[in-house]
T-cell receptor, first 114, second 113 residues
Framework: EAGVAQSPRYKIIEKRQSVAFWCNPI?????LYWYQQILGQGPKLLIQ????????DSQLPKDRFSAERLKGVDSTLKIQPAKLEDSAVYLC????????????FGPGTRLTVT | KQEVTQIPAALSVPEGENLVLNCSFT??????LQWFRQDPGKGLTSLLL?????REQTSGRLNASLDKSSGRSTLYIAASQPGDSATYLC????????????FGQGTTLQVKP
């Protein structure tokens, strides 16, 4: 079974530029999550999708971050414009359903904003 | 608001030592608790998942316990090896089956040969 795929693995941009990350969850997983992990901290949930609908985006900085999952499979996370404090690893995870009680994580995208 | 704390933040031990990593959470109404391993520059690998009705789970040299009433979980690693060097993260699923994971800040373990 293929795992969660993410791209790119690394990205370096200047502040005020825009960037997009892509995630392909495990086949058949209805629930998709995006987390932000700042160096030295645990991951923090940014947004949770159930199929193509948003379940929780309470911690997503909506003035600069956006995410979509149009067909209920792949997802993209965008930052525009980026700030220095957005430097972090962005992790995507998926699960069969919220009640399944276990999430599977991708390798992450390391973003550096200079 | 659920908060998860892991102690210690970093730990260095000689190879072969048994060790315990600690995790505490403020709201005992959790659904599940999961321990992850994270290697530098990599994603998260699930180690053990403890359901709220369980007291412990074991996998090889790893044993995780859960005490909901006291808001604590421990991860026990037996006979540590240099390959165990990594960051270990504890995360709790809130009640209500929402699937939302709340993480601790992690314990970075170094096992010296």
């Amino acid at each position: 079974e293929a795992g969660v795929a993410q791209s790119p693995r690394y990205k370096i941009i200047e502040k005020r530029q825009s960037v997009a990350f892509w995630c392909n969850p495990i086949s058949g997983h209805a629930t998709l999550y995006w987390y932000q992990q700042i160096l030295g901290q645990g991951p923090k949930l940014l947004i949770q999708f159930q199929n193509n609908g948003v379940v929780d985006d309470s911690q997503l900085p909506k003035d600069r971050f956006s995410a979509e999952r149009l067909k209920g499979v792949d997802s993209t996370l965008k930052i525009q414009p980026a700030k220095l404090e957005d430097s972090a690893v962005y992790l995507c995870a998926s699960s069969p359903s919220p009640a399944s009680g276990e999430q599977y994580f991708g390798p992450g995208t390391r973003l550096t904003v200079t | 608001k659920q908060e998860v704390t892991q102690i210690p933040a970093a730990l260095s031990v000689p190879e072969g030592e048994n060790l315990v990593l600690n995790c505490s959470f403020t709201d005992s109404a959790i659904y599940n608790l999961q321990w992850f391993r994270q290697d530098p520059g990599k994603g998260l690998t699930s180690l053990l998942l403890i359901q709220s009705s369980q007291r412990e789970q074991t996998s090889g040299r790893l044993n995780a316990s859960l005490d909901k009433s006291s808001g604590r979980s421990t991860l026990y690693i037996a006979a540590s090896q240099p390959g165990d060097s990594a960051t270990y993260l504890c995360a709790v699923y809130g009640s209500g089956n929402t699937g939302k994971l709340i993480f601790g800040q992690g314990t970075t373990l170094q096992v010296k040969p």
